[in-house]
């Protein structure tokens, strides 16, 4: 299968991707990208086409997209700009897949305005677009048929499912060495952005500590991306606050995913508290590490639980008060049964590895082509 991939050429939602064709050599993937590329130097198999918004770039890009693929498989579906230059130059026999990464666009497609009118247009004109979970396919289902939205989840990465002795970085061994394991470890590894809401996990530290509650620590981990104002209002409130001691911000290079799973396994709790998302690894990764976790009640994880409901999750309102009752609980001693932690590990190792998933997807696009 000869494939053009499109998507950021960094972070841990790109990586699997990038790993598994490197190590595929009967797939044929041409990546194309804007900016950074974490993966030039530890790839070899994967063809990189880097462009711009400069004319010259994009006229290059566009030669490559006329190409006979059998599929482009875009990530993200983002810019209104590739997207009319993927319809426009595109092979006829090529299908093209729009990867759907979050709620942000299939919102903005559901306003009747121009902007979602447009996106609208190249959606509809997009042969498959595929849902990483159910909640997002129930917000397209306003405006698309279910035979255009499946749901293919993507999953852990294999270095999860894996033991090995593997070199870690000497930032997670400088980060780990700092943790304190007298204090309750909570873990929050989202990007500020308006899906999360650190806010209200800065909130319930505050009503905390006024309670006199800190045996705790709570570690946002920073993502790839930092939008808006989130990230200096999380700052200011902290300080104001005067909770440095219980709010640490980490901001750290790109690490492995085996880093990040030795970092789970110091951690006593993870923290799911969403506005919106799709089904991500900070809420999948916990699990499978039998950790204990808090998360928000929105609809994806309610058809998590409502799929698979010997996970039990209790999904919490998203609520200072409620949340840091919820925290309080953990910090008291409170834990889940050994029974349902284990099956929630079985049911992720068995329905949410990405290794596994990704051939799901390629068998599925692979029926699509003549």
């Not at 990546?31 to 880097?50: I, P, R, W």
């Not at 219980?246 to 006593?268: A, N, R, T, V």
């Not at 409620?322 to 910090?331: G, Q, R, S």
């Amino acid at each position: 299968m000869k494939i053009l991939m499109f998507g950021p050429a960094y972070g841990h939602n790109i990586q699997p991707f990038i790993d598994f064709f490197e190590n595929n050599i009967s797939f044929d993937l041409t990546f194309a990208y804007s900016g950074k590329n974490d993966f030039l130097a530890s790839t070899k198999n994967v063809k990189f086409v880097e462009y711009s918004k400069n004319p010259l770039s994009l006229c290059k890009l566009s030669l490559t997209i006329k190409k006979e693929y059998d599929i482009i498989w875009y990530h993200g579906g983002y810019e209104l700009n590739l997207l009319f230059l993927i319809h426009s130059f595109k092979n006829k026999k090529t299908k093209l897949i729009l990867n759907v990464w979050g709620e942000h666009i299939p919102r903005i497609l559901l306003k009747d305005n121009a902007e979602g009118k447009k996106y609208f247009k190249y959606y509809n004109k997009a042969d498959i677009i595929q849902c990483n979970w159910y909640g997002i396919q129930n917000l397209l289902l306003q405006k698309f048929q279910k035979t255009k939205l499946p749901v293919l989840p993507w999953g852990l990465d294999k270095e999860f499912f894996e033991n090995g002795d593997v070199q870690i970085n000497s930032t997670t061994e400088k980060f780990i060495s700092s943790i304190n394991h007298h204090k309750i470890n909570f873990f929050y590894p989202k990007s500020f952005t308006e899906a999360s809401d650190h806010r209200c996990i800065i909130e319930a530290c505050r009503l905390l500590n006024e309670k006199g509650i800190s045996n705790f620590c709570i570690y946002f981990w920073s993502g790839n991306v930092s939008r808006g104002n989130f990230e200096i209002e999380a700052v200011n409130n902290i300080s104001k606050y005067n909770l440095q001691d219980i709010i640490k911000i980490e901001k750290h290079e790109f690490l492995p995913f085996y880093d990040i799973k030795l970092i789970w396994k110091q951690m006593d709790c993870g923290l799911q508290i969403a506005i919106n998302d799709q089904l991500s690894s900070t809420l999948l990764e916990p699990m499978f590490l039998e950790k204990e976790l808090i998360a928000t009640n929105i609809e994806p994880y309610q058809l998590l639980n409502n799929k698979f409901p010997e996970l039990k999750l209790k999904l919490i309102k998203r609520e200072p008060e409620v949340l840091a009752h919820e925290m309080n609980e953990i910090i008291n001693g409170k834990r889940t049964s050994e029974t349902i932690l284990e099956n929630r590990k079985k049911i992720i190792e068995k329905e949410f590895n990405f290794e596994k998933n990704i051939q799901k997807m390629l068998d599925f696009y692979q029926e699509l082509i003549p």
